[in-house]
Nanobody, 122 residues
Framework: QVQLVESGGGLEQPGGSLRLSCAASGLTFESYCMGWFRQAPGKEREFVAA????????TYADSAKGRFTISRDNAKNTSYLRMSSLKPEDTAVYYCAATLKGSSWSQGPDYWGQGTQVTVSS
């Protein structure tokens, strides 16, 4: 079965950096666009960033632009989210997601990971 397993979350101070990883299995990785979403306590899940199947095309939420970088390594079936200049408002559970290329993220991803907690606090 398809599995998306996130790692790399944790506690970081404001201004710090973290790199999240998402290891995919059970699917043809190059056939999927990969994305990251997050959900803060009491809020709805929101889009953070996405990368095309090749990784050459990326898109970001306004809150992530200039601070976060999404990438992927198709040889390792892994997607990454590099987060820098972290702010307390970045605190959330971060979810990896996959959607078949050619599909729209607005229709909802085909697969979700289980999430990894990121806490930004001094």
């Amino acid at each position: 079965q398809v599995q998306l397993v996130e790692s790399g979350g944790g506690l970081e101070q404001p201004g710090g950096s973290l790199r999240l990883s998402c290891a995919a299995s059970g699917l043809t990785f190059e056939s999927y666009c990969m994305g990251w979403f997050r959900q803060a306590p009491g809020k709805e899940r929101e889009f953070v960033a996405a990368a095309s199947w090749s990784g050459y095309s990326t898109t970001y939420a306004d809150s992530a632009k200039g601070r976060f970088t999404i990438s992927r390594d198709n040889a390792k079936n892994t997607s990454y989210l590099r987060m820098s200049s972290l702010k307390p408002e970045d605190t959330a559970v971060y979810y990896c997601a996959a959607t078949l290329k050619g599909s729209s993220w607005s229709q909802g991803p085909d697969y979700w990971g289980q999430g990894t907690q990121v806490t930004v606090s001094s």
